[in-house]
């Protein structure tokens, strides 16, 4: 089970909690995750839900089963790039 990051883009449906089930399950951009583990499993998640365009709507600040958490869209580490191709051909 992997921790989402801030930056992160998170689904959370029913496995995360019932308060998600079918049409009330949202697209989270992660702000912040708490360090602290209230309840084995559990974890307090912050940031914006997103619309269909992708786009941040409302800040929420929820508490889910960590294992529910679906990792849509990573965040590179900070101070990674990502590769670039090169043209150049070597010999």
């Known amino acids: 089970m992997t921790t989402p990051a801030p930056g992160d ?5 029913s ?5 998600f089930t079918g049409d009330r399950a949202l697209l ?4 912040s995750v708490g360090e602290v583990d209230p309840y084995n499993g559990w974890m ?6 997103l ?11 929820l508490y889910v089963m960590r294992a529910g958490v679906v990792i849509q869209r990573r965040t590179a580490p ?8 090169s043209s150049r051909v070597r010999a």
Not at 15 to 19: D, E, I, N
Not at 44 to 49: D, F, S
């Open 15 to 19: 496995a995360c909690s019932v308060q």
């Open 78 to 85: 900070a101070g990674v790039q990502p590769r670039r191709s």
């Open 44 to 49: 307090w998640i912050t940031g914006y839900v």
């Open 51 to 61: 619309d269909a365009k992708g786009m941040a709507k409302a800040k929420r600040e």
């Open 28 to 31: 989270l951009r992660v702000m």
């Open 9 to 13: 883009v998170v689904f959370l449906g």
